[in-house]
């Protein structure tokens, strides 16, 4: 029996000694393992007279859970104790502010895209959009562009490959965002309100040119729509956008063949000492083409123009971020220095909206 309590204190003051998972295996090995002290003790019993088995017998059982269950104890303890340590390491406070880093910006075109896509929400006109590449009768027939108007040769196309023998018009590059009012109106019929921001192309390129720029599309058909309600959209959109109190346009009647009649608009401005203001001045920056959308237009996207009129308009996007933002070249726009990027750009968390305003 003293062997036993022998072995007892030796593995159970072995177990709580160990300091780790290592440690303890080392132990269990030692005392249950195939050959471990009190697994050889065991094989003895087969020796032992039947008395001394019978007492010998049950006290080593006995021995082997108590010191099985102090083993598994030990580990549960340890265990804990490992994952107590790594949270006090890498606990994390998901309470803490964000920390502001070097990171991206928001584009000015995208930011003024984001800025009149709200102001033009907020008048209940909906975003459409339309292919970039986009088929001769989008582009130029269903807006009353024949094949022979002059019209087509002011766009400086660029054109699709076809293949040889393939006479069918060729695609194109979109020159304007007009094609977007016939997508519009052949999938959502009149009434309708919608705009159509996005790229449009054109070969041409100098300080006020680049091959690629940005238009914004606006369609707004319905019963008895006059050119009084355009005049009134596009002011209150000028208002909203350049965030001045007042502004004023100047209609000149001019000729698109997509609408009749057709005015090109002006916006009011001063360029004094070199600084623009809007709404003030004797200068005059022509900022969109706009009309009543001609009866043939309605056809091509299946209105019909006895029951329904309305106008449209086509802003140049780029054209009003350098004006709003004092941005002089527009090849900067598409030239990637970062920069420029850095220096013109927006915040990325800095959504434009009319409650919290366009731009800081
Ligand atoms: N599509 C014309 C352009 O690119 C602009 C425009 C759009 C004019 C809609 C009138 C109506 O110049």
Redesign the pocket.
């Known amino acids: 029996m003293d062997a036993i309590a022998a072995l007892r204190a030796k593995y159970l003051g072995q177990t709580d000694q160990a300091s780790d998972a290592d440690a303890l295996e080392a132990v269990r090995l030692a005392a249950l393992g195939k050959k471990g002290e009190i697994s050889l003790k065991m094989r003895e019993l087969g020796r032992m007279s039947p008395e001394e088995r019978q007492i010998a017998g049950p006290a080593l059982n006995a021995l082997k859970s108590e010191i099985d269950a102090a083993l598994r104890a030990r580990r549960a303890a340890l265990d804990d104790a490992a994952l107590e340590e790594r949270l006090k390491t890498e606990w994390l406070d998901v309470t803490l502010p964000g920390r502001p880093r070097p990171m991206g910006t928001i584009h000015p075109i995208s930011q003024v895209m984001d800025e009149l896509t709200a102001i033009f929400a907020d008048m209940g006109f909906r975003v459409a959009e339309g292919p970039q590449i986009e088929s001769d009768w989008y582009n130029f027939d269903a807006l009353n562009i024949a094949p022979e108007h002059p019209a087509r040769q002011e766009h400086d196309t660029f054109f699709m490959h076809r293949a040889a023998g393939d006479n069918r018009p060729p695609h194109v590059l979109r020159?304007?965002?007009?094609p977007v009012?016939i997508r519009a109106m052949q999938a959502q019929g009149a009434p309708i309100r919608v705009i159509a921001p996005g790229r449009?192309y054109r070969m041409d390129m100098d300080q006020t040119h680049t091959p690629m720029f940005h238009?914004v599309?606006?369609l707004a058909i319905d019963r008895d729509i006059t050119m009084a309600q355009l005049k009134w959209t596009l002011e209150e959109f000028c208002r909203a956008f350049f965030e001045v109190d007042q502004v004023e346009l100047r209609f000149r009647a001019s000729h698109?063949p997509?609408?009749e009649p057709?005015a090109e608009v002006d916006i009011r401005c001063s360029w004094e000492g070199g600084q623009l203001k809007i709404g003030e001045g004797n200068d005059w920056m022509e900022i969109?083409?706009?009309?009543m959308v001609h009866p043939h237009v309605l056809r091509a996207g299946g209105i019909d123009p006895d029951q329904w009129q309305g106008f449209?308009?086509?802003m140049g996007i780029d054209r009003i971020a350098m004006l709003k933002y004092g941005i002089p070249d527009l090849r900067a726009f598409f030239e990637s220095d970062l920069r420029w990027l850095r220096h013109y750009g927006f915040q990325a968390l800095d959504q434009p909206s009319l409650p919290a305003g366009l731009s800081r």
């Not at 020159?175 to 007009?178: G, M, Q, Y």
């Not at 969109?288 to 009309?291: E, F, R, V, Y």
Request: no cysteine; net charge negative; glycine share 20%.
């Open positions: 020159t304007h965002t007009s009012q449009v238009q599309e606006g698109f997509f609408t057709s969109l083409g706009s009309g449209a308009f086509g």
